[in-house]
C-alpha cells in the first residue's frame, strides 16, 4: 500500500531534484558564458530581468492552457523545447542571440513552473500535501548544494559548453521521468474547450473575482510575494556588498553560499517535523519574519562570521516559509483554477520585481551599497511583521 500511494509522489520528486541541478549548472555556465563574451557586469545582469519579463509576457495565458490540458504533457513538451535551446547555445558566439535562446528557455520555464505546480496538486490527496511539500523543499536544498558543486567539477574538467550539453542531457532525463508520470487533467468541466482569447478574457474575469471573495487570501499572498521579491532585490546587491562592503574574497563569498545551502538543507528537515504541529499559514509568515531577520544581520554585519550567522538563519527559514506558502495555496486555491490564478499572481510580481529591482538598481546610485541593503532589510523586515500579525490574528480567530 505504502509503494502504490508513494510510487509517483517519488517519481515526481526524482523529476524535480534531476531539474534542479540542471538549474544551477545552466545558471551558473550562461552567466560564466555571457560574461566571457562581453566581459560586462551589466550584460550578466541582464539575465536576470529576462525571467520576470517572460513571466510577464506568458502571465496573461499560460493559465487558460495549464488548466484546460494535461499537465503532464506540458512538462514533457517544455522539457524537450529546453533541451534544444540549450543546445544551440553552445554553438553562438553572439550575445544577441545567447540572449534570444535565454528569452524563450525563460518563456518556456515561466509556463513550466505554474503546469508543474498544478500537476503536483492534482496528484497528491490533501491529506499528504503536508508532508509531501517538507520533502519537495528538502530536494529543492539538496540541488541548492549539490547543482553548484557538480557545475564547479564540470568546469574543472571540461568547457562551460560541455557543461551546457550536460544541461541538455538532464533536460531530456527529465521529460523521459515525466513521461513515466500518471497522466493528471484539470478537474475542470472545460478542460477540452478549445482556447480562445474570448476564454483568456473570460478567465481573467474568473480571477478577478476569485480574488475580490478571497482578498484575505489575496492579502496574504501578495505580502509574501513582497517580502520574496525584496530578497530577489537584495540578492542582486549580494555579490557587490561581499566584495565592496566586507572585501571577502571570491573564496570566502563562495563559502557563503554554501553556507546558505546548509541552512537550507537544515530547515528543509526540520520542516519536516513542523508541519506537523503549526498550521501552515503560521509556518509561513513566523519562517519570512526570520528569513527577515536573517537579512537584517546580514546587511548590519562588518565580518564574515555576521554575515555567515545572517545567511545561515535566512536560509533555514526560507526553506519553512516557502514550504508554508505552498501548502497554504494548495488548500485556498480551487483545482480547477489553479494554472490561472497561480499565473495572473506570478505575472502581477513579475511587473513588481521588476519595478523593485529598477529601483533598488537606481537607489545605489544615489546612496552606498550598504544604505541601500540596510534600507531593503528593513523594509522587508516590516512587511514581514505586518505579515505575521495578520495571520496571527487569522489563526487566532479560527481557535476562538
Not at 56 to 80: E, N, Q
Request: with cysteine.
Amino acid at each position: 500500500m505504502y509503494s502504490f500511494k508513494w510510487k509517483f509522489p517519488i517519481l515526481y520528486l526524482s523529476s524535480v531534484g534531476v531539474a534542479n541541478i540542471g538549474g544551477w549548472i545552466y545558471l551558473l555556465a550562461i552567466n560564466l558564458m555571457v560574461l566571457e563574451i562581453t566581459g560586462s557586469a551589466l550584460a550578466v545582469a541582464t539575465l536576470y530581468i529576462i525571467k520576470p519579463i517572460t513571466q510577464l509576457l506568458v502571465g496573461p495565458w499560460a493559465g487558460s492552457i495549464i488548466d484546460r490540458v494535461s499537465t503532464k504533457h506540458i512538462m514533457v513538451y517544455l522539457d524537450l523545447f529546453r533541451a534544444i535551446l540549450i543546445f544551440f547555445i553552445p554553438f553562438s558566439n553572439s550575445v544577441f542571440i545567447i540572449f534570444t535562446l535565454v528569452f524563450f528557455i525563460q518563456m518556456a520555464g515561466a509556463i513550466f513552473e505554474p503546469a508543474s505546480f498544478t500537476y503536483m496538486t492534482l496528484l497528491l490527496p490533501e491529506s499528504i500535501r503536508h508532508r509531501f511539500n517538507p520533502i519537495l523543499s528538502f530536494v529543492h536544498s539538496g540541488a541548492f548544494v549539490t547543482g553548484p558543486l557538480i557545475a564547479g567539477i564540470l568546469f574543472m574538467i571540461g568547457s562551460l559548453k560541455e557543461a551546457l550539453f550536460v544541461n541538455v542531457f538532464i533536460f531530456l532525463l527529465c521529460a523521459a521521468l515525466a513521461l513515466l508520470l500518471p497522466k493528471q487533467m484539470s478537474s475542470a468541466s472545460h478542460e477540452n474547450s478549445r482556447i480562445t482569447w474570448l476564454n483568456i478574457r473570460n478567465d481573467w474575469s474568473l480571477v478577478v473575482r476569485f480574488s475580490k471573495k478571497a482578498i484575505p487570501f489575496f492579502v496574504l499572498y501578495m505580502m509574501f510575494q513582497m517580502v520574496m521579491l525584496l530578497t530577489a532585490a537584495l540578492d542582486s546587491m549580494e555579490v557587490t556588498f561581499a566584495k565592496m562592503i566586507l572585501n571577502l574574497s571570491n573564496t570566502t563569498y563562495g563559502s557563503l553560499v554554501t553556507i546558505a545551502g546548509i541552512g537550507f538543507l537544515i530547515g528543509a528537515i526540520c520542516t519536516n517535523v513542523l508541519v506537523r504541529f503549526f498550521p501552515a499559514k503560521l509556518l509561513m509568515s513566523i519562517g519570512t519574519l526570520f528569513v527577515s531577520i536573517g537579512y537584517i544581520i546580514y546587511s548590519f554585519s562588518t565580518t564574515y562570521l555576521l554575515a555567515s550567522i545572517g545567511f545561515f538563519v535566512l536560509s533555514f527559514f526560507l526553506s519553512i516559509s516557502n514550504t508554508g506558502f505552498m501548502t497554504y495555496i494548495q488548500s485556498n486555491i480551487p483545482i480547477d483554477m489553479m494554472g490561472r490564478i497561480s499565473s495572473i499572481y506570478e505575472m502581477l510580481a513579475s511587473f513588481i520585481q521588476v519595478i523593485t529591482i529598477l529601483l533598488v538598481g537606481l537607489a545605489s546610485h544615489w546612496f552606498s551599497v550598504k544604505e541601500v541593503v540596510i534600507g531593503c532589510s528593513t523594509l522587508m523586515f516590516t512587511t514581514a511583521l505586518y505579515l505575521t500579525l495578520l495571520s496571527a490574528s487569522k489563526v487566532r480567530s479560527k481557535l476562538a
